[in-house]
Nanobody, 118 residues
Framework: QVQFVESGGGLVQPGGSLRLSCVVS????????MGWWRQTPGTRRELIAQ???????NYATFVKGRFTISRDNAKNTMSLQMDSLNVGDTAVYYC????????????WGQGIQVTVSS
């Protein structure tokens, strides 16, 4: 069973930085594209950053230039460096595999809360 454990969130002031980590167990991530999603209450989970197996990266417009996704296949982990955070980045962040069909996607982990507030 594939499992995801996200960490590194917390409370940060506007303009600050955080680095999220995702540890994956139950599969070898090297053959998968992976992504970070985020969700706020009452909204759908949205994909904000993705990285392919050959490390091609794509970002949602609203995080491009501020967030950086990376992966370490040897450690079976993925990270998200978040800089210049603003209040609008407050959300629960999740990691997961990017699969051709949503139905093939593993169950979500618990996610990690990121709160940007002064």
């Amino acid at each position: 069973q594939v499992q995801f454990v996200e960490s590194g969130g917390g409370l940060v002031q506007p303009g600050g930085s955080l680095r999220l980590s995702c540890v994956v167990s139950g599969t070898n991530i090297s053959k998968y594209a992976m992504g970070w999603w985020r969700q706020t209450p009452g909204t759908r989970r949205e994909l904000i950053a993705q990285i392919t197996s050959n490390e091609s990266k794509n970002y949602a417009t609203f995080v491009k230039g501020r967030f950086t996704i990376s992966r370490d296949n040897a450690k079976n982990t993925m990270s998200l460096q978040m800089d210049s955070l603003n209040v609008g980045d407050t959300a629960v962040y999740y990691c997961n595999l990017i699969t051709p069909r949503i139905s093939d996607r593993p169950n979500w982990g618990q996610g990690i809360q990121v709160t940007v507030s002064s």
